[in-house]
């Protein structure tokens, strides 16, 4: 996907240079970055600068953005699979609330599968490299996926485990520096929102930047709309971690109530995953996912 965007961007008119490493990036009028390439440093300037550089953002640390995080919850593991009998065309999920845990196998074609754990650190001890991969199954079995998926599957990439706590800053644009996709904010990777959240924040930003000749105030348009629906994520992406990973009789009850009516009315189950965080989200939505209406 890189490779393609990269050619678009090529075929648009783009400079793309790759084997550069950025060293500075300066907030001003006009904002600065400081590269090396071949052990010659210089610095550029733009119009605007445009940080897409992941969680860790040296972007958002040199632009001066002060970073939240959510509360820590969840831990996430994964590993590619090859040799996995599974149909190619169909993704499973298999949450178990009560041992507070999701496993998830997805296709990528040829019998190699994206697998993953997810897990409270409280009840499951850090699941990383090749001698946790049979731990890893009897967490994935555990939670309920069949041990069969996995017999004969052969692990051809590293096992690791990552936090899964969400991190954003609030108003990703000053001084002529933009943040997007995890560098701006990332939610938790549960739910699978963040390559939607980059190309969301991509054409965001771009739509802002052309309806503008004043760059200035594009980029703090697009900052105000990425606080928006960022929040609107955090805010239905807490929603489900109370349905699916809560604990205690409280949680018990609601899912108790819930999932009847969410049987009978799939359209109770607030969308936004998929259909994104344009859709309404006020406490009507919670209450109507929760059965409480």
Same mark, same amino acid.
């Given at each position: 996907?890189?490779?393609v ?7 648009a008119g783009a400079?793309?240079? $790759?084997?550069?490493t950025?060293?500075l990036v300066?907030?001003?009028?006009? &904002?600065?970055?400081?590269i090396?390439?071949? =052990?010659t440093v $210089?610095?550029?300037?733009a ?7 992941? =969680?860790?953002?040296m972007?958002?640390t040199?632009?001066g ?11 996430g593991?994964g ?8 149909p190619d065309d169909t993704g499973?999920?298999?949450?178990n ?5 999701e496993?998830?196998l997805f ?6 599968? $994206?697998?993953?754990l997810?897990?409270s &650190?409280?009840t499951?001890a850090r699941l990383q ?5 049979a731990r890893?199954?009897e967490g994935?079995?555990?939670?309920g996926?069949p041990a ?5 599957a052969r ?10 706590t969400e991190?954003w800053?609030d108003h990703?644009?000053r ?8 560098a701006?904010?990332?939610t ?9 959240m980059t190309?969301? @924040?991509?054409?965001v ?9 004043d760059?200035d105030a594009?980029?703090?348009?697009y900052? $105000?709309?990425?606080? =928006? ?12 971690f @109370?349905?699916f990973?809560?604990?205690?009789a409280?949680?018990d ?10 049987a009978?009315?799939? @359209? ?13 989200c006020d406490?009507?939505?919670r ?7």
């Open positions: 996907m890189q490779q965007v990269i050619e678009a961007a090529e075929q400079d793309v240079q $790759r084997g550069v950025v060293r300066r907030p001003g009028q006009p &904002p600065a970055v400081t090396e390439a071949d =052990k $210089r610095e550029l300037t119009r605007l600068v445009v940080c897409a550089d992941g =969680k860790s953002s972007g958002r040199w632009g953005f002060a970073t939240r995080r959510g509360k820590p919850r969840l831990l593991a590993v590619m699979f090859e040799q996995m009998k599974i499973v999920l298999v949450y609330p009560p041992a507070q845990q496993a998830l296709p990528q074609g040829g019998g190699r599968v $994206r697998a993953y997810v897990y &650190p409280q499951v490299g090749e001698a946790d991969v890893f199954i994935c079995v555990r939670t996926m069969k998926n996995y017999a004969g692990p051809v990439a590293p096992l690791a485990s990552f936090d899964m991190h800053v990703p644009y001084d002529g520096i933009a943040l997007i996709g995890d701006a904010g990332a938790d990777p549960t739910w699978g929102q963040g390559l939607s190309a969301r @924040d991509a054409r930003l771009a739509e802002q930047l052309l309806g503008s000749d760059w594009a980029g703090h348009a900052a $105000r709309a990425r606080d =928006k629906y960022f929040q609107v994520c955090l805010t239905v992406e807490d929603w489900e @109370d349905f990973f809560a604990q205690g409280e949680a009850a609601r899912r108790a109530r819930a999932f009847p009516l969410i009978e009315q799939p @359209d109770r189950f607030p969308d936004h995953g998929a259909g994104g965080p344009d859709l309404a406490d009507n939505v209450r109507r996912f929760f059965g409480e209406d």
